[in-house]
C-alpha cells in the first residue's frame, strides 16, 4: 500500500500510468475534486457514453458508478474498462431488478421499454431504447403521441417527462436515494436567506423540488445554464459534485447546495460515487483492475438501445 503518500504525487503517478498504459480517464460530474481535475473528459451520463463509443485508448477507466462501466464495456467490447471501485452501485439501478422489471414488463404487453441509463446491463437486455436525463425528453416524443410506454426506474423523471410531453407512461416506482432526500423545508429556508438566489433541480428530484425550481435539467444542463446566466446565486439541487465545475467556470458566481432532510451536512453527495479516490485510481491503473466483464450475449442485446439512444441523440443534435 502507499504509505501517506499525498495527492500532488498520487496525481503524478496517475498520469504516468496513463501514459504508459494508453489510458483514457473519464468522470462523473459527480466526483471528487480531485478525480475531475485529473481525468481527460468530465461529464454527464450521456457523454460518457459518447466518449466510450469513440476513443481510440486501448483502456477506458470510468470514474462514477458501476452502470457507468457496464454502459463503457458495452460500447467498447475491445478495450478493457476499468472501475476504481467494483462497489460503487446506484441506489436507483438496485431499484430495478432485472427479474422484477421483466414481470412488470409482461404485465403490460405490447409496451414500448424506455429505459434511464442508470440500469444493469441485464435491464437494458430487456429495453428498447435506453434515455439520459439529458435526452429523455427528446427520445420520448420521438416515438407517436399514442405509443404506449414504459419508463423506468426512476419515478420523479419519469412523472416529470409525462407533464412535459402530455404522455401517460406506465412508470417503474424506482428512485435515486441522493435526490430523494433533498429539503424542500430546508431548500426554502435558504431561498428567504438568499432571496437573490435562482433555484436548479435535477429532474430525479421529488415533484414539490421541481415546483420550486427556476429551472429544470440534467447535470450538464444545470452546468450550462448556471455559465451563461446572467444571475449570481444559484442554490443548486442535485448531488454536490457538479459545484466544483460550476464554480470553476464561474468564478463570480455564488453556488450553495442545496441540503437534504436527514442530516446536519449541508450538502447531498453520493456514498456511492465518492468510494472512487486518488488512490483507488492509481492503483486501478497500476494492477488493470477491477475490471469490467460483461458475457457477450448480456452485452450485444444490453447494447441494441444503447445504439438506439445515441443514434436518436445524434439526429436530434443532443
Not at 466510450?52 to 485508448?57: G, N, P, R, S, V
Not at 420523479?156 to 423545508?185: K, P
Not at 437534504?260 to 468510494?275: G, I, Q, R, V, W
Amino acid at each position: 500500500m502507499i504509505d501517506k503518500i499525498n495527492d500532488t504525487c498520487l496525481v503524478e503517478l496517475i498520469k504516468e500510468l496513463r501514459e504508459e498504459k494508453d489510458a483514457i480517464i473519464l468522470s462523473h460530474y459527480y466526483q471528487d475534486d480531485a478525480i475531475q481535475d485529473i481525468a481527460d473528459f468530465v461529464g454527464d451520463s450521456l457523454a460518457l457514453a459518447q466518449w466510450a463509443a469513440k476513443t481510440d485508448a486501448k483502456v477506458i477507466v470510468l470514474c462514477g458508478v458501476h452502470f457507468m462501466g457496464e454502459t463503457a464495456k458495452i460500447l467498447s467490447p475491445g478495450k478493457r474498462v476499468l472501475v476504481p471501485d467494483i462497489d460503487a452501485g446506484c441506489s436507483l439501478a438496485d431499484s430495478c431488478p432485472a427479474e422484477e422489471f421483466e414481470r412488470f414488463i409482461e404485465m403490460h404487453p405490447d409496451h414500448t421499454v424506455i429505459s434511464y441509463v442508470n440500469t444493469t446491463a441485464a435491464v437494458k437486455t430487456l429495453t428498447d431504447v435506453v434515455v439520459t436525463s439529458t435526452n429523455a425528453r427528446q427520445i420520448v416524443e420521438s416515438f407517436p403521441a399514442d405509443e404506449k410506454i414504459i419508463f423506468g426506474p426512476d419515478e420523479n423523471l419519469g412523472n416529470y417527462i409525462n407533464s412535459l410531453t402530455g404522455r401517460d407512461m406506465v412508470l417503474w416506482r424506482g428512485a435515486c436515494h441522493v435526490h430523494e432526500q433533498f429539503s424542500l423545508e430546508k431548500i426554502l429556508d435558504l431561498r428567504r436567506k438568499h432571496p437573490d438566489a435562482i433555484i436548479l433541480a435535477h429532474p430525479e428530484c421529488k415533484s414539490v423540488i421541481l415546483k420550486i425550481a427556476d429551472f429544470i435539467g440534467s447535470t450538464s444542463a444545470l452546468l450550462k445554464f448556471a455559465t451563461e446566466s446572467l444571475e449570481r446565486k444559484f442554490i443548486v439541487a442535485t448531488e454536490s459534485g457538479i459545484l466544483h465545475k460550476m464554480r470553476e467556470l464561474n468564478l463570480d458566481k455564488e453556488f450553495i447546495p442545496a441540503p437534504p432532510a436527514d442530516s446536519t451536512c449541508a450538502c447531498n453527495e453520493c456514498s456511492f460515487m465518492k468510494l472512487n479516490t486518488l488512490e483507488k485510481l492509481y492503483y486501478c491503473l497500476r494492477d488493470e483492475s477491477p475490471e469490467i466483464l460483461i458475457s457477450e450475449e448480456i452485452r450485444l442485446k444490453a447494447e441494441k438501445p444503447i445504439r438506439r439512444m445515441l443514434e436518436i441523440s445524434e439526429r436530434l443534435g443532443l
